[in-house]
């Protein structure tokens, strides 16, 4: 499984409280790059999702995605 954030929610309420991405990472506890990631809809660890959510007082479904991750094979043709 993969959490992928939800960068316009995340950025959304972020901006309405009148934080920038620096203030988001302190209150999460973060480092401000996984903040960075998060806002441009990369995927996270548990934790961070957590953090994120926890700092903007939202649940982590608000501002998450869960998706499956599919393996593909490819076969080689020789």
Do not use: Y
Not at 10 to 37: Q, Y
């Amino acid at each position: 499984m993969s959490i992928l954030a939800n960068e316009r929610e995340i950025t959304i309420k972020r901006i309405s409280r009148g934080w920038d991405k620096s203030v988001l990472a302190k209150r999460a506890g973060l480092n401000h790059s996984l903040v960075v990631r998060a806002e441009q809809g990369g995927s996270v660890r548990p934790a961070t999702a957590k953090a994120l959510a926890d700092a903007l007082d939202v649940s982590v479904f608000d501002i998450f995605e869960l998706r499956e991750s599919k393996l593909v094979s490819r076969e080689v043709i020789a």
